[in-house]
DNA sequence: GGATGTGAAGTAGTTCACAGCC
DNA sequence: GGCTGTGAACTACTTCACATCC
């Protein structure tokens, strides 16, 4: 009985976010053929130690092979297993120009189980095009059901989406628009904001420190909860 | 002597990640007429404890008042020290289909001394164009001298565009493509994964744990900064 | 031989608790 | 009273080093 959907024991949060930079590497070797690839390779295309690697590896279950390194098919399956890859869940996405169409339409952003369920956007000249399959509806309409959205609004229209989205139960919102919100206790705000890399990579450009050295890849995942709403 | 450019002490890579958090918070109550916050404020926004931030802050030197919080234009100026703002540097983004021009046309990409050099595409329909100010041009023409390369081209160009950035001395680059690209060593890649972000939240739903637990987060009231670094 | 997986050691980051100052 | 700034304690993460297995 491979792995009966284990209640897995739970990863440290800086693990999680390796995890599906791992993947990515994994389906580009196999897409190039590779059959096998070892904690070395995965560790120098990741910009992270071999030991770290094997270490965030060896959480989901022993599966290497010693002295062989990863079968690259198991591989993507235990870290899509880990993730909850093998789950679907709906996405109602608010805000639809440049950036909206933009994550609609990538062939990277809604991808490992998630379903675009509808486009939300208040501009008249926008309702009713379609984009991405979906006809964009009226933010006035109510919100369809779903697990996530997100908000690619102007700054100055995120609060009240944000508050749309809590209305109609949505408890995980992705924040793109550069804004603060504040929501229920309960619902996890996760915040997107291009220009904190940009940010980052300058001050270690400025100091010399850091993130300096061959294929170096950074991945930032900035997390934000919880605040309550009014006091 | 009042801080004559110091050669800041080192500061650790989650505060580096969380500063800009805490100056977009700032500039937020600056915005609304407040004069001063104070790290119980700021704490709550951002989803990390209170004692974070005046950690955080303390290594920005003391300009905290003992009672009163923080003056936020201080805070702001600090902040946008520590992370070089005063200085300007040249952008240059590759890619100029939907998330190209999101980001050129965003208020919140190309801010805190980022300057656009110049925009490539290799679609013919697209070159000539007019785009955020600047008319994009061939992707075969020299690349434009600049400090920062930014790749929004489908993941099969990646690497290509990749070797023409580093080939005109480009050796900072953010990476939206989704596929890993190897530079030379000297040179720095950040790689933005707008899936990335949609996979954590999944994971913590899935597994009930983390910065959306079920009412157990309050407690927490926890944000995380993952940063991916390499040797 | 060669690479995994893991105790043990080391390092980095966070939180506690409170002295210090307004 | 309130809130900052910081040593001390704690926790989490990474790295070392090596036994283990193919």
């Known amino acids: 009985m491979a792995t009966p959907r284990l209640r897995s024991k739970k990863l440290s949060e800086p693990t999680i976010a390796r995890l599906p930079v791992y993947q ?28 770290t690697v094997r270490r965030d590896l060896a959480g989901l279950g022993s599966f290497g092979t010693r002295g062989a390194g990863y079968d690259v098919g198991v591989l993507t399956e235990r870290i899509a297993e880990a993730l909850g890859h093998d789950r679907h869940y709906d996405v109602v996405v608010v805000g639809i120009g440049n950036l909206g169409r933009a994550l609609v339409n990538s062939s990277n952003f809604l991808i490992r189980g ?19 399959g979906h006809e964009v509806r009226a933010l006035s309409d109510p919100i369809s059901p779903a697990t996530v959205g997100v908000i690619c609004t102007p700054a100055s229209a995120a609060q009240d989406v944000a508050d749309r989205l809590v209305g109609a139960e949505i408890h995980a919102i992705l924040n793109f628009a550069p804004q603060v919100v504040t929501v229920p206790l309960g619902t996890a705000v996760h915040y997107v904001d291009f220009s904190i890399e940009l940010q980052i990579l300058m001050y270690h450009l400025n100091n010399g420190t850091g993130p300096l050295g061959g294929g170096v890849l950074h991945s930032l995942g900035l997390a934000s909860a919880n605040a309550l709403r009014g006091s």
């Open 114 to 132: 998630a379903r675009l369920a509808a486009l939300y956007d208040n501009d008249p000249s926008v309702i009713g095009q379609m984009v991405g």
């Open 24 to 51: 990515r590497i994994a389906e580009g070797w196999s897409h190039r053929g590779q059959k096998r690839i070892d904690s070395q390779q995965i560790g120098e295309m990741a910009g992270v130690t071999a030991t």
